[in-house]
């Protein structure tokens, strides 16, 4: 009856949800006007990034379980920014690309996307928020095999990625 479990504050986990929750709610304020979530933001930069990609594939770029993504491409594909086309080769297969008005919605948005992440850094002083990504990537990379739907994502930013996306 003397058991007292540890305070909450001494696990990782607690500290990381809190870090997402206020991550989305940051992000969420700055494309208020956008009306995208991080997942819808991120997957349609994903597909402008790679065009023709398969759902499936698309899932593994971004560290998203299968069933999950086919409902954030439904509704991307419902307001018109993303549409799906057979494979030529599977017609089992949807294949992605974004619309003009998804590539319009990217390019007006990265600016508030960009704000978001800075937003979330600026607390670190300048010269540690580096080194905070890259805690966070090689995190992220070492455990990514734990993870439900391990991300292509998480290796490229343990080895360097894209430094205006890391907020660098």
Do not use: C, K, W
Request: proline share 5%.
């Amino acid at each position: 009856m003397d058991y007292q479990p540890a305070e909450l504050e001494t696990y990782p986990g607690f500290f990381i949800r809190r870090l997402q929750q206020i991550a989305v709610a940051v992000f969420l304020e700055e494309t208020e006007a956008f009306g995208v979530t991080p997942v819808q933001f991120g997957a349609l930069s994903a597909v402008m990034r790679q065009p023709g990609v398969d759902q499936r594939r698309l899932a593994r770029m971004i560290g998203f379980d299968t069933s999950t993504i086919g409902s954030v491409i439904d509704r991307l594909e419902a307001r018109g920014l993303i549409a799906r086309s057979s494979s030529p080769t599977d017609r089992r297969v949807r294949l992605l690309t974004v619309t003009d008005a998804g590539r319009e919605l990217l390019q007006a948005a990265e600016p508030a996307v960009l704000r978001a992440q800075r937003r979330m850094l600026d607390p670190l002083p300048e010269e540690r928020r580096a080194q905070f990504m890259e805690l966070m990537a090689f995190l992220i990379h070492e455990n990514d095999e734990h993870a439900r739907a391990p991300s292509e994502l998480a290796g490229r930013a343990a080895r360097g990625g894209d430094r205006r996306q890391r907020g660098a």
